[in-house]
């Protein structure tokens, strides 16, 4: 389980105080308007934020003094997850190592995670060659081969059309039952999770909170979240 | 950084402690210092105004070979002086060019030493930085504004007062201030056309009281007056900058409707410009190309030392632009710490090579033998006056990347050595390229500290040409000069290729 303990944050004039759990081996989805600080969570558990007061901890493992890459999280931005002037095969390694050189025994690691996101034939390509949709999916091969099992999703698919939204949320949700990961994801839309998250979280008005269930917020949303939905 | 701040303000206060100084300036100073401002004021006006009308031409008219123009335009920045100032030399000087056509015809002789050579050879250098910036000016006005100024049936004092003017008035102190800087402090031009008591600038007077005299105390006391000065002018340069990247100038004619493709004035300045910047050099490529005979084995050595200095200062430059750049660019550092090391790297400009390379001197004198380490010494020097250069050119792009990938790398654990070469080498590759080459060709071309230091048997390229002009051997000066010519736009122009080539379709 993920816990997130009475949690605050300050930058210039925006506070933020969270406190909530996360089920393991759930998809759990981030929602609240505009500006709220959605991203900001994420950061936060992910450790680019300083931290004011609290705890965040996984599995009874305190994350806070950690560094970014020594949690156990993979964290996927709205844009800029992929290195342009590296091929995907090179992106997706990164996951694995960060030395200069070419290291042929994650070969078979790094085409496996190509092939579970359906890449295989593009791993020479360059970032710019590949649709929105391919982007995403080397962000995801590259969460594939890191295995952490916390596996946050900033709006990875934001600018992508809704069908093929809907097809890379079933893919996350595909690998996130075959990996045992648990997963945090932000969205503006929703109405988009309800077939893929049980749980969600509410950040509105300098707070979050949860677990609460997505369905019910849904039909009978809190004075909060009224007017964003 | 500590090497930094050593050499810019250590220096300095090496040559105050040594000197016993007190601060008395006598009559031969005040003339000294009244000359270098004379010459830099009427230099930087003439350029300033030229360049202007230049630039304004450039804008207007669309010709044949505009673009060759333009990119000649950007040559001073590489072009060696020595190299400039023999051409010089050959159209105005007592032998040259502009004397055996005005001769016969009754003319006076015209001197190409003293005041009026030393104000050419600063226009010659500063007019073409003039008209690029201005031009940049221009092309940074959108193009919807002329537009606009059509539909609404704007009079050409209309068109000028309210779109041309803000331009040129957000530029000019700028620019001004960074022309009149270069001005005081352009030793070499000083060195070889000055001299004497008429016609003698601060750094060359600081040159003659540390080689000849070994007068300590004259020597810090107009360093600290030169230092002081250009420091106000870098404060001046860094406050009305614009925050643009130092870019390459690129062939543009703004559409516009109120031109008049005959305007005597623009097509006398473009051509009177052309023939001023390109005889000069054209001279000393032809007359180079036929005195070839004339390289010897003393020549050929000194350009292998030279190219050896000219890596040694790419190599050093680079290393201190990515270690101030990378703690600038970086989220963890505090924004007082950001601003120190930014400066530093900004404030050299206001240092002089001259002053760097005296205080190092009396520094060194006693642990080991500076003659010794000359090519060395000048490496270093030369990278730190190149350093404003390079910060300008990657510091913004390596900004950037920081913006946009440090979440990334940090994610990914991407730090180090790894970071720099898997993100911001390829990443920065074309701003690499074009430093280094810049760095290259600025130091190979450097006839600055090299001549406070050096032994009568060595030197580098361009103080054996100095040497070579000072013993009237013309033929070999010229030969020389095209070698190093040649040797600088090719580093220049390698390095630039290097970084755009390759560049992976992204």
Known sequence: MLEVNNLNIKLKAFKLSMHFDVNPETITAVIGPSGAGKSTLLDAISGFTDIESGTISWKQQQLNNLAPSQRPITIVFQDNNLFPHLNVYQNVALGLTTKISYQPKFNDQINEALLRVDLKEDVEKFPSQLSGGQKGRVALARALVRNKKLLLLDEPFAALGPALREEMLNLVKDISIKNKLTVLIVSHNPKELIGVCKDAIIVAENKASGPHDLANLLKKPPKSLKDYL | ?506
């Open chain 2, 1 to 506: 950084m500590a090497l930094l701040l050593f050499l810019t303000f250590g220096t300095l206060v090496i040559i105050l402690l040594k000197s016993h100084n007190n601060f008395q300036f006598t009559s031969m100073d005040f003339k000294v210092i009244k000359f270098t401002l004379y010459q830099a004021f009427v230099s930087t006006l003439i350029s300033s105004i030229l360049g202007i009308f230049l630039a304004r031409a450039l804008i207007r008219q669309s010709f044949w070979g505009k673009s060759l123009l333009i990119t000649i335009l950007g040559a001073p920045f590489i072009l060696p002086t020595v190299v400039a100032i023999l051409g010089i030399i050959s159209i105005f000087g007592r032998n040259g060019f502009l004397n055996n056509i005005l001769e016969p015809l009754g003319f006076k002789t015209l001197s190409i030493y003293g005041l009026h050579g030393i104000i050419i050879a600063n226009i010659f250098f500063n007019l073409p930085l003039v008209s690029r910036l201005i031009l940049q000016g221009w092309q940074n006005i959108p193009t919807e504004q002329f537009r606009l100024a059509e539909s609404l049936n704007f009079s050409r004092k209309n068109l000028f007062f309210l779109i041309e003017l803000p331009m040129l008035k957000s530029r000019i102190p700028g620019i001004f201030a960074v022309v009149f800087l270069i001005c005081i402090s352009s030793f070499s031009i000083a060195l070889t056309l000055g001299g004497g008591p008429k016609s003698t600038t601060i750094e060359l007077a600081i040159y003659q009281a540390f080689r000849f005299d070994f007068d300590l105390g004259k020597a810090a006391n107009l360093a600290i007056f030169q230092f002081i000065f250009c420091l106000l002018l870098t404060i001046i340069v860094l406050w009305k900058q614009k925050n643009e990247p130092f870019q390459v100038a690129y062939d543009r004619t703004i559409q516009r409707w109120d031109i008049n493709k005959k305007s005597f004035i623009d097509w006398t300045i473009i051509c009177v410009s052309s023939v001023f910047l390109m005889a000069p050099l054209l001279t000393v490529i032809i007359d180079g190309a036929s005195a070839i005979q004339f390289l010897n084995i003393v020549i050929l050595i000194s350009l292998i030392k030279s190219i050896f200095v000219a890596v040694g200062s790419v190599v050093i430059c680079l290393s201190i632009t990515f270690f101030i750049g990378n703690v600038v660019a970086s989220n963890h550092t505090s924004s007082k710490v950001k601003w120190f090391m930014e400066g530093t790297g900004y404030f050299v400009i206001a240092t002089s090579p001259l002053v760097i390379g005296t205080g190092l001197f009396i520094f060194l004198y006693p642990l080991l033998d500076p003659t010794r380490f000359v090519l060395p010494i000048t490496a270093l020097v030369n990278a730190i006056m190149a350093l404003p250069f390079s910060l300008r050119i990657i510091l913004p792009n390596l900004q950037k990347i920081n913006q946009d990938y440090s979440k990334l790398s940090e994610s990914l654990g991407l730090k180090g050595l790894d970071k720099f070469f898997k993100l911001t080498v390829p990443r920065l590759r074309k701003e690499i390229g074009f430093a280094g080459g810049l760095i290259g060709a600025m130091s190979m071309g450097d006839l600055g500290i090299v001549t406070l230091f050096s032994s009568p048997d060595s030197g580098t390229l361009p103080l054996i040409i100095y040497r070579l002009m000072g013993s009237y051997q013309m033929e070999a000066a010229k030969a020389a000069a095209l070698i190093l010519l040649i040797t600088c736009f090719t580093i220049f122009l390698l390095a630039d290729r290097l970084g755009k080539s390759n560049a992976r379709s992204e």
